[in-house]
């Protein structure tokens, strides 16, 4: 078997091994989806990430109490919807693990004591990041200028800084879209990439994971238990190594997998490691509800998702081919659906909501509307990324003119 033979082969194999990967990346899109249009809808949960203007928690906790209506059906819809909706922040965990597990795969799969290729590593990162972030601060020039929503102005310097994925700013960390503060956390995550993955693979799993446990916890009781503002930028990761912890868990999974390629299974045969997730899971969501829960809380939501996620997937839900497709198909389209969904959605509920009667209605045209977003997001991260494919086969063709390789 020649080289080529070899690398379609590995494909092959690591395709099949990782079918649970992009169907948990569409439960956690859509359970952001969820979670934006219910905080536009009920507002914020009360718990989640610290606010400066928290109320006192059993004021906060009164806020779980059940939204009244006479009419047992809607009483439910509306109930489960809030609920679930809330929760769906979570999906940004899944979505830090699964980020930090597919890039160390990329390599440890191949060549586990390599360093990365710096030059290759960041223009694949960036050309994945920047070309339909670009687009979508165009999209929402002209959907500003139909609607007056979100807030963006090329006469505004944060539309530049943004542009440049400068988004740790207060100023700029919800600008356009409130959803994507999670550009300008990944860009510093890809950032530190490599040091990372030199720390991982020459100190080994355990310094490691252990190390960036202590720089999240310590980094996470300065800004949140020291620092006396800004509590909710400092806890969603306005600087990377508040959610650093997330993102390591999941290379060190991918480490620790490339070694052992039935790992994961062997360890789902043990039923007392899903029972000892779920105990963990509703420990954490407990912890989330005040201030000093929170310095932990993230993290280990992170380690307990990603194992109850895993186990639902490999339980049999993925034979279940409609739904299986449909989990992947939105794994693949999560990055587009990100950029898109929350200003029009934001934009639909603030024009819908008065003027739509009964609610239960207005309930029904808002999951239309969302299923029309989540497709039309798909064809416009389709069309961007024709466009840039066209582009990096053009700039590679002038590359000999130029007497250099341009991509």
Do not use: C
């Not at 091994?17 to 359970?31: F, H, M, N, Q, V």
């Not at 930090?100 to 586990?112: D, V, Y």
């Not at 999209?139 to 979100?150: I, K, N, S, Y």
């Not at 102005?153 to 994507?180: C, N, Q």
């Amino acid at each position: 078997m020649n080289k080529k033979e070899m690398q379609s082969s590995s494909a092959v194999m690591d395709q099949a091994r990782l079918t649970w990967l992009d169907p948990i990346k569409g439960i956690a899109i859509l359970g952001i989806v969820l979670y934006h249009t219910a905080i536009a809808l009920f507002g914020i949960p009360p718990f989640d990430h610290p606010k400066d203007d928290w109320l006192p928690l059993l004021d906060r906790l009164a806020q779980l109490q059940p939204w009244p209506n006479d009419r047992i059906i809607p009483f439910l819809i509306l109930n489960l919807f809030r609920d679930i909706g809330w929760l769906g922040y979570q999906g940004v965990h899944l979505f830090l693990v699964l980020s930090g597990f597919g890039l160390t795969w990329s390599i440890a799969r191949q060549s586990p004591t390599s360093d990365v290729n710096i030059k290759q590593f960041f223009q694949r990162r960036l050309w994945r990041i920047f070309p339909l972030f670009w687009m979508g601060h165009i999209f929402f020039l002209f959907f500003h200028a139909l609607t007056g929503q979100p807030d963006i102005s090329i006469d505004d310097p944060r539309f530049y800084l943004s542009l440049i994925g400068f988004r740790f700013f207060p100023e700029t960390f919800y600008y356009v879209a409130s959803a994507w503060w999670y550009v300008g956390l990944i860009l510093q995550l890809y950032l530190v990439f490599p040091l990372l993955w030199a720390w991982l693979h020459r100190q080994g799993l355990w310094p490691f994971g252990i190390g960036t446990a202590a720089i999240t916890l310590f980094s996470r009781y300065a800004l949140l238990m020291v620092v006396s503002s800004n509590h909710e930028m400092w806890s969603m990761g306005v600087l990377f190594v508040t959610r650093l912890f997330e993102f390591t868990f999941g290379m060190g999974l991918a480490y620790w997998l490339a070694r052992r390629p039935q790992g994961f299974e062997d360890l789902r045969q043990n039923r007392w490691l899903l029972a000892g997730a779920v105990l963990l899971y509703l420990l954490a969501l407990s912890l989330s509800f005040t201030l000093a829960g929170s310095l932990v809380a993230h993290s280990l939501l992170a380690v307990s998702l990603f194992w109850i996620s895993y186990n639902l997937m490999q339980s049999g839900l993925l034979l279940f081919k409609p739904l299986n497709h449909t989990l992947t198909w939105l794994g693949r389209q999560s990055y587009g659906l990100m950029i898109l969904h929350q200003p029009l959605l934001w934009w639909f509920i603030a024009w819908g909501l008065p003027r739509v009667q009964p609610y239960i209605l207005f309930l029904g045209l808002l999951i239309s509307f969302l299923i029309l977003t989540i497709l039309g997001a798909a064809v416009f991260s389709t069309i961007v990324d024709r466009l840039s494919d066209k582009l990096t086969q053009t700039l590679a063709g002038l590359g000999p003119l130029l007497g250099r390789r341009v991509v």
